[in-house]
């Protein structure tokens, strides 16, 4: 047994007993022992906001279960990574997300859907999230029929990197969206065309011009002609 | 009278202000025009320093701000379950055949827009109506009598305030149609007992002493609370009192505010005192428009005679409390979405810990208690904490206020010793039920379902808790025999459909599946009731907020309950 430590979280992460700094995460204590633990929302670049709830496990057997990327491991608790309750809440999540939007380009949620067992067809007649595809800009396609809500791609272009502030979210509930203000296009926007949006997407929603292009059966000059980056627009007409 | 304002003038007032003047701002330009343009966003994101893409996502979170022209006046009538029972959907369809357009839309002149509306905390005058004149302001209007008043509005919108009980403490002295002014409410005497007589520790004692539980849902040990926020470190310490009132069938608030507005502000000042703040925000959904005014009446009574502002009865003691006003969210009632509205955000909930009492408004230690909780501290502080626990039981001690809608011969708030039963309330103080009863709904949108021989149950915190049921906001709604209950539910579902900030991915899309499965109940697809119980339980486990946490909590009991309700036939 380790030594009580004013710094140090003892505690059971399915069944094995674990000894953490205070502090840590219960995703990251269970990826120090190698367990997986799956999740959509939660990228080491960006602040985790606990969004996607699948990857919450069950901490004592309570009322509530805890995201395993936020939550703090806590002083002998009982953690389990993966029980009937967990599944049924990951599999539920995930059948209803499928419900909504196309997850087909997002590997990791396809492979998920797998482990989990979701059955496709779960939701009949569901309305589906639909948005027309954003092509404004010779860098990359805006597709939000695959759109998770992640929040990345915001939180990239704002605080959390870029300090650009070209993109928010729209309305709420099931029809919340990202947005640009007043849905201008991005050649209008503060875009600086950075990318890092791009980067920090999980699924097909964000993608470069030159791949969507490819994927569309477009030939290498028909690329081309799309991506040619016109002569700068004049700064602040006022 | 309409007042000709230009953006720039309204701008003037804003200038050196910073973020959380955002809704303020808002709130000025969509009364002006309307609505709120690409070019007043352009202009305010100058003024206040945030970027225009923030604000887009702001004005299009709250839904009485509008982005997009609307009619010269917005008329919203309330669909949620005491005006459904009410005939709130007649008079709804009927106004909009009338203007010719669908609920949504504007007249073609441009004078009407027809909206439908979550709860307006008027259900024990249903159905009710909410109104924007452009260039005035929002007026409640309850009962609709007709649409004649929707279209042309009333001189005297005054409804009465329908108030009884067996214990009137908070509800006292009450006039049914007039705000209790300082002169008839008289001087602060707690707050000047506190302040000559007390320190802000024995405040604290005398109120955790009181055993006062918060009335806002939650259910959480007042003076505990404030114990946390005087002794959190972080400077400045801030009072927030919530009043968003927004869970379905509550109205017991908008009373408090309405009639007694002086008792709130002393109970604000006293908690100010007692964790040691200068500042406090008093957050009212932007639903009453009312209660604002009659607040803000109240709070410049207050300063001209010195019991609020600098040096209050002569002390070192400073407080100052400032209205906010919501802009159509029922989540931000939300105790940490309430704190980023106030702040100039979208109000999605904060994750938790940190706690509000040492990370709160503004990342500032803060206390926040609904309207009630702080009501009821002037008579525990005058009286002492023996006299408040005399009413009530062991662990539900103080009268508590309930609001009564649906079919019962006299809704209103009542004010009850906890330890009556649901049963002796509606029959002895609400004058029994109208027709057979089927069914009550404890606690609101987001409560459980009580059957007809679970009335005895007393009505106290723990013997509610016992039956799986809940005090919740203190709303009480009742049915009788003649009542679809299936259609109860999906006016439940619309609800929380709309109200889902859309942050967390299991209650953005349950409720949106939820209510889905629920419309087509009458004809259910073999399963539905599993993918309800699916839905629901991983809303209520996963979660992100209580709206989430609770948005199935009515389903989940009348499945329990009602099982037939959910197969064919
Ligand atoms: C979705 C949601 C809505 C809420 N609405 C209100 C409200 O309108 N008024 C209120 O006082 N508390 C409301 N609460 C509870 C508050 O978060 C908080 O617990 C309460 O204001 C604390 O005050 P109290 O301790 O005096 O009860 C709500 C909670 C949730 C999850
Ligand atoms: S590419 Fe544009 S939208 Fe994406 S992060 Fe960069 S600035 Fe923001
Ligand atoms: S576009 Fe991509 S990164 Fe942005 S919220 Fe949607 S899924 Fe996440
Ligand atoms: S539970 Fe609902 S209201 Fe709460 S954070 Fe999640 S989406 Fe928003
Ligand atoms: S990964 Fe934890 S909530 Fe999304
Ligand atoms: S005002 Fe209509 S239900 Fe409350």
Redesign the pocket.
């Known amino acids: 047994m380790p030594e009580a430590d004013d710094n140090m979280i003892t505690f059971t992460l399915d069944g094995e007993e674990i000894t953490v700094p205070e502090g840590t995460t219960l995703l990251e204590a269970a990826r120090m022992i190698g367990k997986e633990i799956p999740v959509i929302c939660y990228h080491d670049a960006t602040t985790a906001n606990g969004l996607c709830r699948v990857c919450v496990v069950d901490v004592n057997g309570g009322r509530l279960l805890q995201p395993a990327c936020i939550a703090e491991c806590q002083h002998d608790s009982i953690v389990e990574t993966r029980n009937e309750r967990v599944e049924r809440n990951r599999r539920t999540i995930l059948e209803m997300l499928n419900s909504a939007v196309d997850l087909s380009q997002g590997e990791a949620i396809q492979e998920m859907m797998m482990d989990y067992g979701v059955d496709e067809s779960r939701f009949p007649d569901a309305k589906r999230r639909e948005h027309d595809i954003h092509d404004d800009n010779p860098f990359y396609v805006r597709d939000y029929n695959q759109c998770v809500l992640c929040w990345r791609c915001v939180q990239v272009c704002a605080e959390d990197a870029q300090y650009t502030f070209a993109l928010t979210l729209g309305e709420r509930g099931y029809d919340t969206h990202v947005a640009t203000a007043f849905d201008i296009g991005m050649m209008d926007s503060p875009c600086v065309f950075c990318g890092q949006c791009i980067g920090v997407c999980p699924t097909g929603a964000l993608k470069p011009k030159t791949e969507w292009g490819l994927e569309q059966g477009m030939s290498p000059d028909e690329i081309r002609q799309m991506t040619r980056i016109p002569r700068r627009r004049k700064e602040n007409t006022e | 009278m309409q007042t000709m304002i230009t953006l720039d003038e309204i701008l003037n007032d804003y200038i050196g202000r910073k973020r959380d003047a955002l809704l303020p701002v808002l709130w000025d330009v969509q009364t002006a025009f309307g609505h709120i343009d690409a070019e007043a966003v352009h202009q305010i994101s100058h003024t206040l320093r945030v970027p225009e893409a923030d604000i887009y996502g702001v004005i299009s979170f709250y839904t009485l701000f509008h982005d997009e022209p609307t009619g010269e006046t917005i008329i919203r009538v309330c669909t949620d379950p005491s005006c459904g029972l009410a005939g709130a959907d007649d008079m709804l369809n009927g106004l909009c055949s009338r203007l010719g357009i669908h609920h949504g839309e504007t007249t073609v002149d441009g004078q009407f827009t027809i909206e439908h509306s979550a709860c307006l905390g008027l259900c024990e005058h249903a159905p009710a109506a909410l109104i924007s004149w452009r260039g005035i302001g929002e007026q409640s209007i309850a009962p609709v009598s007709d649409t004649d008043v929707l279209l042309n509005g009333t001189d005297n919108a005054q409804y009465e305030s329908i108030i009884g009980g067996d214990a009137p403490v908070l509800l006292a002295g009450v006039d049914t149609y007039a705000a209790q002014r300082l002169k008839n409410y008289g001087d602060y005497v707690a707050l000047r007992k506190a302040i000559n007589d007390s320190s802000p520790e024995n405040v604290i004692a005398e109120v955790e002493e009181s055993g006062l539980?918060?009335?806002?849902?939650?259910?959480?040990p007042?003076g505990m609370?404030w114990r946390f926020t005087r002794q959190a470190t972080g400077q400045p310490h801030y009072v927030v009192c919530?009043?968003?009132?927004?869970?379905p069938g509550?109205f017991k608030?908008r009373v408090l505010m309405e009639a007694r507005p002086h008792l709130l502000l002393e109970g604000i000042a006293l908690c100010g005192y007692a964790i040691g703040a200068e500042t406090g925000y008093l957050f009212i959904?932007g639903e009453y428009p009312e209660a604002m005014q009659r607040m803000q009446a109240a709070i410049d009574e207050a300063l001209e005679v010195g019991l609020l502002g600098d040096n209050i009865m002569g002390s070192d003691f400073s407080f100052h409390i400032e209205i906010r006003r919501g802009a159509g969210a029922?989540?931000?009632?939300?105790?940490?979405?309430?704190f980023e509205a106030i702040e100039g955000k979208r109000g999605f909930?904060r994750i938790k810990p940190p706690y509000p009492t040492t990370h709160g408004l503004f990342g500032k230690p803060t206390t926040?208690?609904?309207?009630?909780?702080?009501c009821a501290v002037p008579g525990i502080i005058t009286n002492g904490a023996a006299w408040f626990k005399a009413f009530g039981t062991e662990k539900s001690t103080g009268p508590k206020l309930v609001s009564v809608s649906g079919h019962v011969n006299r809704p209103g708030v009542y004010e009850i010793s906890p330890g009556i039963t649901l049963r002796e309330l509606l029959n002895d103080y609400c004058e029994g039920v109208t027709g057979e009863l089927q069914a009550v709904l404890m606690g609101g949108a987001?409560g459980t379902f009580l059957t007809p021989d679970e009335i005895d149950v007393r009505l106290t915190f723990e013997d509610l808790r016992k039956a799986g049921s809940t005090f919740g906001?203190g709303a009480i709604v009742v049915f009788n025999t003649e009542t679809d209950l299936r259609d109860v539910l999906v006016r439940l579902g619309r609800f929380f459909r709309h109200?889902s900030c859309g942050k967390c991915f299991p209650c953005q899309l349950g409720t949106q599946r939820q209510v889905e499965i629920l419309e087509r109940l009458d004809a259910p697809l073999p399963d539905d009731r599993s993918r309800l119980e699916d839905i629901g339980w991983t809303m209520t486990e996963s979660s992100l907020?209580?709206?989430g946490?609770?948005a199935a909590s009515a389903v989940l009991s009348a499945i329990e309950k009602w099982p037939e309700l959910f197969e064919k036939g």
Request: aromatic share 4%; with cysteine.
């Open positions: 539980i918060g009335r806002g849902g939650a259910a959480f007042t609370k919530n009043a968003d009132e927004s869970e509550t608030d959904r029922y989540i931000c009632g939300e105790e940490t979405a309430l909930p926040i208690n609904n309207v009630e909780t702080l987001a906001s109200e907020c209580g709206l946490q609770t």
